[in-house]
C-alpha cells in the first residue's frame, strides 16, 4: 500500500500562507482522487479538498477562494496551497487516497492514514 507523508505545516499569522505536500511512496497518477482532509481539537475529520485523476476539484465552502489543490504525478506528490489563513483553520492537516463517486458525489478514502501535520493560525 502506498505510504503518504504530509509536511508543509507551521505557525502561521492570520492573512499568511502556507502550502501542504503529501508525498506517496508509490504512483499516484492511477489513483482516482487525491484529498487533503483536516481535524481541529474536538472535531471531526473533514474534507478540505479533492482533486480526481481526471482534474476535477471540489472544496468545503470555508475554505473555497482561499485553498488550492493540486498534484503532480511525476513526483508522487499532492499540494494544498492555503492563503488568507484564519485562526479556525487551526488543525492537523493529512491527505489520503480516495474513489470520488460520479453518481453520489462523495469521497471514500482507500489509503492508510499518516501523521498529518499541523497547522496553526495565531497572532
Known amino acids: 500500500q502506498v505510504q503518504l507523508v504530509e509536511s508543509g505545516g507551521g505557525l502561521v499569522q492570520p492573512g499568511g500562507s502556507l502550502r501542504l505536500s503529501c508525498a506517496a511512496s508509490?504512483?499516484?497518477?492511477?489513483?482516482?482522487?487525491m484529498g487533503w482532509y483536516r481535524q481541529a481539537p474536538g472535531k471531526q475529520r473533514e474534507l478540505v479538498a479533492v482533486?480526481?485523476?481526471?482534474?476535477?476539484?471540489k472544496y468545503v465552502d470555508s475554505v473555497k477562494g482561499r485553498f488550492t489543490i493540486s498534484r503532480d504525478n511525476a513526483k508522487n506528490t499532492v499540494y494544498l496551497q492555503m492563503n488568507s489563513l484564519r485562526p479556525e483553520d487551526t488543525a492537523v492537516y493529512y491527505c489520503?487516497?480516495?474513489?470520488?463517486?460520479?453518481?453520489?458525489?462523495?469521497?471514500?478514502?482507500?489509503?492508510?492514514w499518516g501523521q498529518g501535520t499541523q497547522v496553526t493560525v495565531s497572532s
Open positions: 508509490g504512483s499516484i497518477s492511477s489513483t482516482n482522487a
Open positions: 489520503n487516497s480516495g474513489y470520488w463517486s460520479p453518481f453520489t458525489g462523495q469521497v471514500t478514502t482507500t489509503g492508510s
Open positions: 482533486m480526481s485523476s481526471g482534474g476535477r476539484i
